[in-house]
């Protein structure tokens, strides 16, 4: 029997292959080769297939990949971090480099919501860490403006502290009370974090994002001395023409400043399909 049908499987394979060929011949040639829009992210389970079902091995694994693969010469590749961090957060929220890579790297890189998503996961699983609730406080803070949040977050964080309890229960009050700068603040909490940063590349892009910041501050001050003689500020071209600033600050992130409801912002990094999601 199966001598038999040898002759036939031949026969139809040799068909399909000649029939193939012969479709192709009529397709009008490529004269480019299609170039890939985005890099390719694995989804969450099947990298867990793919590394024999242990979550906690898959996520150190991809953790390491993306800390690699996500930071080259020429910058921060911002999209393909924000899909791999989420994917690793899926199967391990608990890891501690993704939580601290998405908050120095995405959240503020512009991508403020999904750092901040890493981060919520964080808080939540890792139950006895004071850092991702401090991390997430100061964000709510500074970025979103949400002080009585951000202060409650802050709350968990000291209850889990044994060192800094006084200090980020001091600063939820602060926040509450409204008494705080919070460019100064997160401008310190940000040289800390670079200060503190032990791997050279991402020390580097720590420090981008300082002077990012301290452009910001160094506009809002020109603005305050605008507006106590000319009255609300319609252009941050305007600080230069009169001569308050000497030029418009450099932003590393070639992101920019701009003005959002008579305050100068940082201007925030557009992913196309992620911005309009809730």
């Excluded at 791999?84 to 403020?112: I, K, S």
């Excluded at 705080?180 to 310190?188: K, R, S, V």
């Excluded at 305050?224 to 450099?250: C, F, M, S």
């Amino acid at each position: 029997m199966r001598q038999r049908c040898a002759p036939l499987l031949a026969l139809l394979s040799f068909t399909l292959f000649f029939g193939t060929a012969f479709w192709r011949t009529q397709l009008p040639p490529q004269l480019t080769p299609p170039i890939a829009k985005d890099r390719v992210v694995i989804s969450a389970p099947i990298l867990l297939a793919l590394y024999g079902g242990d979550r906690f091995l898959t996520a150190n694994l991809e953790a390491m990949r993306l800390a690699t693969t996500g930071i080259n010469d020429r910058g921060t590749d911002i999209d393909y971090l924000v899909r791999a961090q989420r994917e690793v957060a899926r199967l391990n929220p608990c890891h501690e480099d993704n939580y601290y890579l998405a908050n120095g790297l995405l959240t503020w890189g512009g991508a403020v919501e999904q750092g901040n998503e890493v981060l919520r996961a964080a808080v939540e699983c890792r139950f006895w860490d004071e850092f991702p609730p401090f991390f997430y406080g100061i964000n709510l803070s500074f970025f979103q403006h949400d002080n009585e949040a951000a202060a409650r977050v802050l709350e968990i964080g000291a209850k889990r502290s044994t060192g800094n309890a006084a200090a980020m229960r001091k600063l939820a009050v602060m926040l509450r009370a409204e008494q705080l700068a919070d460019e100064h603040l997160a401008l310190n909490y940000l040289t800390q974090q670079r200060d503190s940063a032990t791997d050279q590349k991402l020390r580097d892009m720590l420090d981008k994002r300082v002077t990012r910041l301290q452009g910001l501050i160094d506009l809002r001050t020109a603005q305050h001395d605008y507006e106590a003689v000319h009255g609300p500020l319609r252009e941050l071209q305007l600080l230069v023409d009169l001569g308050i600033i000497n030029e418009l600050p450099h932003d590393p992130l070639r992101l920019g400043y701009e003005l959002r409801d008579g305050r100068i912002e940082l201007k925030k990094l557009k992913i196309a399909g992620l911005e309009e999601q809730p």
